[in-house]
Nanobody
Framework: QVQLVESGGGLVQPGGSLRLSCAASGSIFVFNDMNWYRQDPGKQRELVASISRGGNTNYADSAKGRFTISRNFAVNTVYLQIKRLKPEDTAVYYC??????????WGQGTQVTVSS
C-alpha cells in the first residue's frame, strides 16, 4: 500500500511563497497521474494541479501563473510551488496519485493559511 505524506504548509503572509512536498513510500513512476487538490471547510475539494507520468502538466484556472507542479523521481516526491499567495489560497492541500488500474491514493493533507 502506497503512502503519501504532504509537508511544507504553514502560515504565510499575502504575497509570500510556499513549496509543498508530497513524499511517496514507493516509486512515483508507477502512477499515471499525480495531483494536488485543496479544500476549504464547507467547500468542495478542488483539483489545482496535475502532472502525468509523461510530464504533462495541467492547472486549474485559479492556479495558472502562480502554481507550479513538479516531481523528482530520485526521491519519489511531487512538489507544488505556490507564489504570490492570496488569502483565498487558504485551504488544506492534499496530494493524490492515480495508479494504472485507476486506484486512488491520498495523503493526509497539509494546511496552508494565508493571512497578515
Amino acid at each position: 500500500q502506497v503512502q503519501l505524506v504532504e509537508s511544507g504548509g504553514g502560515l504565510v503572509q499575502p504575497g509570500g511563497s510556499l513549496r509543498l512536498s508530497c513524499a511517496a513510500s514507493g516509486s512515483i513512476f508507477v502512477f499515471n497521474d499525480m495531483n494536488w487538490y485543496r479544500q476549504d471547510p464547507g467547500k468542495q475539494r478542488e483539483l489545482v494541479a496535475s502532472i502525468s507520468r509523461g510530464g504533462n502538466t495541467n492547472y486549474a484556472d485559479s492556479a495558472k501563473g502562480r502554481f507550479t507542479i513538479s516531481r523528482n523521481f530520485a526521491v519519489n516526491t511531487v512538489y507544488l510551488q505556490i507564489k504570490r499567495l492570496k488569502p483565498e489560497d487558504t485551504a488544506v492541500y492534499y496530494c493524490n496519485a492515480i495508479s494504472s488500474t485507476g486506484q486512488a491514493f491520498w495523503g493526509q493533507g497539509t494546511q496552508v493559511t494565508v493571512s497578515s
